[in-house]
Nanobody, 118 residues
Framework: QVHLVESGGGLVQPGGSLKLSCAVS????????MGWFRRVPGKEREFVAG????????DYADSVKGRFTISRDSPRNTVYLQMNSLKPEDTAVYYC???????????WGQGTQVTVSS
């Protein structure tokens, strides 16, 4: 099973940017996709962005399209989430996750807090 470690969260003002990283270790040859999710206390976990592990296909939640970009550094087995034009409603704990089967994410990182506030 893969091991995921997120980093890059923090406090940023509205309109600012942050870049989250997710380092992936372990058997990556069986991975199908990688995704970023977020959770706000009292709400369900929300899909943010996804990336096919073997290709360039990406997918985004409507709420972040045009502001967030998911990318992968293959040699480093690291996936990034570049977040621009951040809004207070983007405040959440962000998690990266991997899937070996389409639509089923089964390995999760510990999460990193993103707070957007003035």
């Amino acid at each position: 099973q893969v091991h995921l470690v997120e980093s890059g969260g923090g406090l940023v003002q509205p309109g600012g940017s942050l870049k989250l990283s997710c380092a992936v270790s372990g058997p990556t040859s069986t991975l199908y996709a990688m995704g970023w999710f977020r959770r706000v206390p009292g709400k369900e976990r929300e899909f943010v962005a996804g990336l096919m592990w073997s290709g360039r296909n990406t997918d985004y939640a409507d709420s972040v399209k045009g502001r967030f970009t998911i990318s992968r550094d293959s040699p480093r087995n690291t996936v990034y989430l570049q977040m621009n034009s951040l809004k207070p409603e983007d405040t959440a704990v962000y998690y990266c996750a991997t899937s070996r089967i389409k639509g089923r994410y089964d390995s999760w990182g510990q999460g990193t807090q993103v707070t957007v506030s003035s």
